[in-house]
T-cell receptor
Framework: AQSVTQPDIHITVSEGASLELRCNYS??????LFWYVQSPGQGLQLLLK??????LVQGIKGFEAEFKRSQSSFNLRKPSVHWSDAAEYFC????????????FGTGTLLAVQP | DGGITQSPKYLFRKEGQNVTLSCEQN?????MYWYRQDPGQGLRLIYY???????QKGDIAEGYSVSREKKESFPLTVTSAQKNPTAFYLC???????????????FGQGTRLTVV
């Protein structure tokens, strides 16, 4: 069965510091992988996605993620965090097949210190 | 602008009442999904519809019902059988990826349901 693990429930970084949010997945083949961001009381917005090809994926707002098959990971990174990046981040995995079912991780809440 | 609209943003329900959450999209997407979000639990799938007039139960369908009579609309009814309905509900539609599986989800702004 598919599953997604986000080991860090809560992370605090200083503004201007680099950021890495961890995501590990369990899936029998190469999945589709996504990172979404959610501001309080809002819906989710897609940051980036990996379907195939280049394992380093660029997204919006200066985020990137790297698919590492050997580690079953899809970690999200940003070289310099801005105060507006404070939000909750969700990693999701999707199956290759007939449906759009996504499995979401439990999320990582990011706080940014001035 | 194309997008997904959920209404209302806040909803209060008395014990024993059924309530219906609205989800409308003008993205011309076939697939629409309902998720429930609780603190620390991520998103859990309630119901989904891959095409008009067809829908499937998700992982936590008990106490919920849906209909899909129009491509644009996928309302969710929270029935009195749902014992713990207080949560944040998110509707999503998916861009086409025919036969290839998961594609990009577009989310509404959510409805926060509270039982009073």
């Amino acid at each position: 069965a598919q599953s997604v693990t986000q080991p860090d429930i809560h992370i605090t970084v200083s503004e201007g510091a680099s950021l890495e949010l961890r995501c590990n997945y369990s899936y029998g083949a190469t999945p589709y992988l996504f990172w979404y961001v959610q501001s309080p009381g809002q819906g989710l917005q897609l940051l980036l996605k990996y379907f195939s090809g280049d394992t380093l994926v660029q997204g919006i707002k200066g985020f990137e993620a790297e698919f590492k098959r050997s580690q079953s990971s899809f970690n999200l990174r940003k070289p310099s965090v801005h105060w507006s990046d404070a939000a909750e981040y969700f990693c999701a995995v999707g199956a290759r097949g007939a449906t759009n079912k996504l499995i979401f991780g439990t999320g990582t809440l990011l706080a940014v210190q001035p | 602008d194309g997008g997904i609209t959920q209404s209302p943003k806040y909803l209060f329900r008395k014990e024993g009442q059924n309530v219906t959450l609205s989800c409308e999209q003008n993205l011309n997407h076939d697939a629409m999904y309902w998720y429930r979000q609780d603190p620390g639990q991520g998103l859990r799938l309630i119901y989904y519809s891959q095409i008009v007039n067809d829908f499937q139960k998700g992982d936590i369908a008990e106490g919920y019902s849906v209909s899909r009579e129009k491509k644009e609309s996928f309302p969710l009814t929270v029935t009195s059988a749902q014992k713990n309905p207080t949560a944040f509900y998110l509707c999503a539609s998916f861009s086409p990826n025919p036969g290839q599986g998961a594609s990009e989800a577009f989310f509404g702004q959510g409805t926060r349901l509270t039982v009073v």
